[in-house]
């Protein structure tokens, strides 16, 4: 069994270590700290080409896991009190080398994340976003390609939140 003070599989108080009743949301029985689980912000790129007529999205080949090998929209988890759209800015400049500057709020989706074992819930804030200028240079240990899809005819993507928000997008545009 392995231990946990945090997230859904908790079965341990965070604060004093004592076993937990049930899982969270609980208080626990020993020192009374409440114990949470909220999902973790995310920051995600639609990033357009500009084609008002037919635009297009970039999608990268995503090159770790979860997912390795599946198609995803660029982004990443906020850091502490980082806002989502100045995390979206800098997902911009880590992943592809560019400075974006971001458009409307496409929306916010629920959705889950499985990494070092765990799930964990996730709340996906997905950006408009054009590139200012400069030639997109992958990082390679996030992408190992890069496509450009129509935003009303995309493939399938990694996480469920992705596909909800590029159907919102295209909607969003009349498409
Ligand atoms: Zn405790």
New binding site residues.
Partial sequence: MTLRAYGPDASF??????PLAGAPPIA??????NLFVNPRPTACLIVLDGDPVTPRFLGLLRAAEPCSGQWATPGGFCNGWEHPSAAAVREGREELGVEVTLGDCVGMYLGSYEYQGETLPVLDVFYFAAIDAGEIRLDPAEASEMAWFELADPPKLAFETMNEAVRAAARQLGL
């Fill in positions: 108080c965070p604060r004093c270590g004592a626990c029985g020993r020192c009374g700290y």
